[in-house]
């Protein structure tokens, strides 16, 4: 089962995109995911979930991810370790689920990627981002998942989210064959990282929808 839809572990895939700036609209042009020790970034979350009679459940919550430090993976290179904090809350008739969720990762830019590692140990990584980023350009970005593809959709996007409004960004969406009903959509303004991403899920047993909007951000 691909990672963009598995119930809650789909937060996983939030963090991966997230650098920005504390402000009300984009920075100067920089890196596409800027990385310093002690970035932080601040997501609010809403959506549903369907069950198969159609009925809907709202989900709200918040996520917060972090750089946490620098380390160095055993081949040598630089890592700087990602910590994503999230809380989800979904409301039934009945009674309220929570999930409260911590994730530690891996990321290091090279000359032509970024790249998400899960340990400082293993070579294989998952291809966040190629560069430079051209619209249309597409790729596998986790050799262990070969159905899902990662497509550059948009190079000048513009979304309004409660930090800001921004221009220009960068449409990334994940697709996978084996489930057609699954897309994961992430904006990412150049300088400011990721500003929202959208999980969208759709099978005979459920559907879903979450919306990740970036609320605040430090960078330092």
């Known amino acids: 089962m691909s990672a963009i839809k598995t119930g809650f572990a789909v937060l996983l895939l939030m963090m991966l995109f997230s650098c920005g700036e504390d402000s009300t609209g984009p920075s ?3 890196d596409y995911l800027p990385l310093s020790v002690g970035n932080q970034w601040n997501y609010s979350i809403s959506g549903y979930m369907k069950t198969a009679d159609r ?6 919550g918040t996520k917060l991810t972090s750089i946490a430090g ?5 081949s040598g290179f630089d890592l700087y370790v ?25 990321i290091c830019k090279t000359d032509t990627e970024y790249r998400i590692y899960k340990d400082t140990v293993t070579t294989d990584y998952e291809l966040l981002l190629k560069l430079p980023v051209v619209l249309n ?5 986790k050799p262990d998942e070969p159905t899902v593809t990662r497509r550059v959709q948009s190079t000048t996007s513009s979304i309004t989210v409660p930090a800001g409004s921004y221009s220009d960004c960068v449409d990334l969406r994940d697709t996978d064959t084996a489930e057609p009903g699954t897309a994961f959509d992430i904006y990412i303004s150049r300088g400011d990282g990721a500003v929202e ?3 969208m899920m759709d099978d005979s ?5 979450m919306d990740f909007k970036l609320t605040s951000s430090i960078v330092n």
Not at 137 to 141: A, E, G, I
């Open 28 to 30: 100067a042009p920089g």
């Open 55 to 60: 009925d809907s459940f709202p989900i709200t």
């Open 70 to 74: 620098l380390t160095t993976h055993q």
């Open 82 to 106: 990602l910590k994503d904090s999230s809380y989800t809350i979904v409301t039934t008739p009945d009674t309220t689920f929570t999930n409260t969720e911590v994730i530690t990762e891996y």
């Open 137 to 141: 350009d597409s790729w596998v970005p």
């Open 197 to 199: 991403f959208i999980v």
């Open 205 to 209: 047993t459920q559907t879903m929808y």
